[in-house]
Each structure stands twice: as structure tokens, then as C-alpha cells.
């Protein structure tokens, strides 16, 4: 899988988070940037280069776990 300039996420509002599997042999992040974030939202900006995230988050906190 090549990401550039992507997200993947599965945050919530209230609640869990859900849980992230990316079930791939091999993943290649644009400028070699992967940010894998749970208790923290990261803003998404398209126009920020080499901002590759797989986040799970919730607003208040419970998160899942990105996998």
C-alpha cells in the first residue's frame, strides 16, 4: 500500500474508538513520514506534505488501538 498525503482513521465523538488493521505486505508513507496516533486527534491538513496518520481517537479519550 503506498500512502500520500493519507489518513486512516476510525475516531468517535463519544465512546471507543474503533481498532485500525491495515493487512498489507508492505506499506510505503510519502517523504518516509507514518504517524500512528491513539489518545491524540491530529487535524488533518491535505496540504501538509508527508502527513501519513493511522489514527484512533476519541474526543474523550477511549480509544481502540491501531494494529
Known sequence: MVVANGM???NAY???SGNV????DS???????L???GAQLIKWNSNAP???VIQDA???GL???PL
Do not use: P
Open 35 to 37: 504517524i500512528k496516533v
Open 63 to 65: 480509544r481502540g488501538k
Open 21 to 24: 488493521l491495515v493487512n498489507v
Open 50 to 52: 508527508g502527513l501519513n
Open 14 to 16: 463519544s465512546g471507543h
Open 27 to 33: 506499506l510505503i508513507a510519502s517523504q518516509n513520514q
Open 58 to 60: 476519541s474526543q474523550f
Open 8 to 10: 486512516i482513521q476510525a
